[in-house]
């Protein structure tokens, strides 16, 4: 059985993206931005991966204190038995697409992205 | 006469590169239309500038050379301008350029002291000496009256101060129409034969000194005289200071009223930063509270999936529910009917079971079955139970509409905040350099000017007093001098007499002059103006002792107040009149000359203007002068069209119409 994480990482690519989230100025730290970048994730469809070539940013208890992500991964896929590693995944997978946008639309700004992930996916 | 003949302008203002107008070598007039901000005033100022070297604000105020040259140029390190002038006079051709660059060693300037201004004067080719050039541009253009020649459309009102006598702007108009009017000739002619009648005072006197019988009235005469010649000095030095006073006061008084614009422009720029500071609160606050949702964004965002999952698993807790109170009913038939079997009676109504329904009831038994797996109902519905529990701890309240309209808020307050920055770049231009340090200097000085004036003007008329004494009693003792003095003073005295006598008629002849200048100057101007308005029942221009014109009614009253336009037409009059009449010719040049005038005046204006002077140049927007109009009225007597052509706010061209 693999075992669950206890630190989340971002990839190098990632780790530009959530900067250049950051510079945008909408969120007050990068682990709101990682929230958001999960929920985006989730919200899109996404399943539960394994995030390759992170590099740790933070302890799973400072993301989640007091065990509401891990338990709503646990819901949201029953199957997952390793919810941080899930977490990560959609994180990563969340900054990924989230660059992606950027790339395409450098205008865009982060509350567009919410009407994206608020729409029914 | 003077003509220009061409002026080329490069790097200057709006004029980037090197931009060039043509005036042709017949009398006629020349019309450069342009817009508002491309360059009108400009042009008219780069002639200013290659005669006085001189660049003025319309406040009068002068510009600093290191703010003329062309901005995209310096943005691109080319840094100076120049002016080139050709003009004819009397046959002589000459070509006048000013230029203005860069001191060696200095890569960007920042102040005028990073310049090296020159002028060079060429007169039929060959180069002129700076001083012989000095002297020969202000024989052919002197500065004080250069304003008859080039001049603001926008400052034409500045004429009725002519008919303020208090004025010291009409007192210095003044001084400027008798300069073109060639008054001076005469006034100077007074004083040197003034000069030359004191001079033969002294003769005189010292001639009575000389002989023993009016040695005493000699001495006198003389000590008085040489008393008299201090008062004189001293009282020209006061002259003077009160003429620098006066255009102290001038200057202070012209700088305060364009501070009192630019202060109400003050005020707005501060409203508008005020603005400023108000929206980036809003938006900082907003940003804030943006920053505060989107900490819990996630849930919102998860909120649909996670209520569709709650859904899903209520729907799954409702099935097992209802399979478990199958199984329920199930067992509990199975057990009745076997106890039935058993005892052989009906286990509700104790009656004995037929054969038939023995039966029937081991073929239900049959039909019911063993009842299959035993199945953990209660702890399945405990697990759904915890679950439906655990994601309605995740639900929250939709905030993604709340963050929406936030940011729609932060974008509408950027959008204002950007305009108001924009308006409040444009207010600091126009205000760059005032501060209310500045305008309470200027009035400061003002007053202090003021105060002086009165102090001078009290020195003066004591002076002037002490004067007058003085020559009552040179009078008197040249009288005892005339009935004691012997032959030997006779040829002194009559030289005193001699140039007493043509001073007198110098000062008599420049009485005669004036009121001869101002009738003349006053029918050509009424002449002109009843060219010009457009009212019938004015019936001509009355002049006053300063030049200042008012409209006269056909019934013969004046016209005591008028309009900026009737104040345009009146203005334009006096500057025909003094063309017409003045020994000094040159060209008309006009800036915005149309702007306070209606469509019937502008076209009379148009009509009348080749009988203003024999080169007209005009500066217009279109909409003051439409180029059909312009071509209608002038026909033949419009020799040539140019356009300033806008490449950008910083970049304009000139380029002759077809």
Known sequence: MTEDKKTIGLTLENRSIMERIMDKGFFRDQKDAAMFAMAYAIRQGLHPGNAEGTNTIWNVGSLDPDGEIRMLIGNLFPDTTTPYRAVESFVNAGLSSIGSRIDKEPGIEITDLLGEAASPA | ?658
């Open chain 2, 1 to 658: 006469m003077l003509k220009i003949r061409s002026i080329t302008v490069s790097d200057f203002g709006p004029f980037k590169g090197e931009q060039k107008i043509e005036l042709p070598k017949e009398d006629g007039v020349v019309i450069v239309y342009g817009e508002n901000m491309r360059g009108k005033t400009t042009l008219l100022n780069a002639i200013r500038y290659a005669l006085f070297g001189k660049v003025l604000t319309r406040g009068s105020g002068e510009i600093q050379l290191h703010q003329i040259g062309n901005w995209e140029s310096a943005t691109s390190g080319k840094f100076g301008f120049h002016v080139v002038l050709a003009f004819e006079q009397n046959g002589d051709a000459y070509q006048l350029t000013r230029e203005c660059r860069v001191r060696p060693g200095i890569a960007r300037p920042m102040s005028d002291a990073d310049y090296i201004e020159e002028s060079f004067l060429t007169k039929n080719g060959s180069a002129m000496g700076p001083d012989e050039a000095t002297l020969e541009l202000g024989r052919i253009m002197p500065e004080t009256v250069s304003r008859f020649f080039l001049f603001d459309g926008e400052l034409l009102q500045q004429y009725e101060e002519l008919l303020r006598s208090e004025s010291d702007m009409g007192r210095q108009i003044k001084d400027a129409i008798e300069r073109i009017l060639g008054v001076p000739v005469l006034t100077n002619g007074r004083a040197d034969l003034s000069q030359l009648h004191q001079l033969a005072q002294y003769q005189e006197a010292k001639a009575a000194q000389r002989n023993q019988k009016t040695q005493q009235l000699g001495n006198l005469h003389a000590e008085l005289l040489g008393r008299r010649e201090a008062m004189q000095q001293e009282s020209a030095r006061l002259r003077q200071d009160l003429e620098r006073l006066k255009v102290t006061k001038t200057a202070r008084e012209e700088q305060a009223k364009k501070q009192e614009q630019l202060r109400a422009l003050l005020g707005q720029r501060e409203r508008l930063q005020e603005e400023i500071n108000l929206l980036e609160a809003k938006i900082s606050e907003r940003e804030e509270r943006r920053k505060n949702l989107l900490t819990t964004a996630w849930r919102s965002i998860l909120a649909p999936k996670i209520t569709a999952l709650r859904e899903q698993v209520e729907g799954e807790l409702r099935g097992l529910r209802e399979q478990a109170t199958r199984r329920l009913v199930q067992v509990e038939t199975t057990e009745a009917i076997r106890r039935a079997l058993s005892s052989g009676n009906c286990s509700l109504c104790e009656q004995p079971l037929t054969d038939r329904t023995k039966q029937r009831l081991e073929e239900r038994l049959v039909e019911l079955g063993s009842g299959g797996q035993e199945r953990d109902f209660d702890g399945q519905i405990h697990n759904l139970e915890t679950r439906i529990s655990q994601l309605g701890q995740h639900q929250t309240d939709n905030s993604i509409a709340v963050l929406q309209e936030i940011s729609i808020a932060i974008d509408d307050f950027r959008v204002t905040k950007t305009t108001t920055e924009d308006r409040l770049r444009d207010l600091k231009e126009q205000t760059e350099g005032l501060d209310e340090s500045e305008l309470r200097r200027i009035y400061g000085e003002y007053e202090k000017a003021v105060q002086e004036i009165a102090i001078v003007e009290k020195g003066l008329k004591a002076q002037d007093d002490a004067l007058a004494t003085i020559n009552t009693d040179i009078i008197r003792i040249e009288t005892e001098l005339v009935k004691k003095g012997g032959s030997g003073l006779q040829r002194e005295r009559k030289r005193r007499e001699i140039s007493e006598g043509l001073r007198n008629l110098f000062d008599e002849g420049v009485k005669v002059y004036r009121d001869r200048l101002r009738a003349k100057v006053e029918k050509d101007a009424t002449e002109l103006f009843l060219q010009l308005t457009s009212e019938p029942d004015y019936a001509g221009l009355s002049i006053n002792n300063n030049y200042g014109l008012t409209i006269v009614h056909k019934d013969g009253n004046s016209i005591p107040v008028r309009s900026a336009g009737a104040e345009h037409v009146v203005a334009l009059s006096l500057m025909g009149s003094l063309q017409k009449n003045a020994p000094l010719r040159g060209p008309i040049i006009m800036d915005s000359p149309f702007g306070r005038l209606d469509s019937v005046h502008t076209r009379k204006v148009i009509h009348t203007l080749p009988n203003m002077a024999s080169q007209v140049l005009l500066f217009v927007y279109e909409s003051e002068l439409e180029p059909k109009l312009a071509r209608n009225e002038l026909k033949g007597g419009l020799r040539s069209e140019y356009r300033i052509v806008r490449h950008s706010a910083r970049f304009s061209s000139v380029e002759k119409a077809v």
